[in-house]
């Protein structure tokens, strides 16, 4: 088992940005790929970014690309997403999740292991 625990979320204006953390405990991180996922009201949670077991590889939705960097520590177990420019269409829960897979991972449904959510919200 993997538990997740995101932080970091909040309310900021357009063109601003935030942090988020995601700290893991119970197996060993660094054998896992890690993924940043968001759900908006009404819509499908939708995949944001990627990173490998090393950090060696990342990936990124096309709407984030530019903008978000995500970023590992697998000393500290903890994943981190950091977003710049954030846009009102930004405003979603964010979840971070852990793969086997070690490599990086786009599609929800390879990810076994979430957390609970943290809130960011874009105000215009």
């Known amino acids: 088992q993997v538990q997740l625990v995101e932080s970091g979320g909040g309310l900021v204006q357009a063109g601003g940005s935030l942090r988020l953390s995601c700290a893991a405990s119970?197996?060993?991180?660094?054998?896992?790929?890690m993924g940043w996922f968001r759900q908006a009201p009404g819509k499908e949670r939708e995949f944001v970014a990627t990173?490998?077991?090393?950090?060696?590889?990342?990936d990124y939705a096309d709407s984030v690309k530019g903008r978000f960097t995500i970023s590992r520590d697998n000393a500290k177990n903890t994943v981190y997403l950091q977003m710049n420019s954030l846009k009102p269409e930004d405003t979603a829960v964010y979840y971070c999740?852990?793969?086997?897979?070690?490599?990086?991972?786009?599609?929800?449904?390879?990810?076994?292991?979430w957390g609970q959510g943290t809130q960011v919200t874009v105000s215009s």
């Open positions: 999740a852990a793969s086997p897979s070690k490599v990086v991972i786009t599609t929800r449904y390879e990810y076994n292991y």
């Open positions: 119970g197996r060993t991180f660094s054998n896992y790929a």
């Open positions: 990173i490998s077991w090393s950090g060696g590889s990342t």
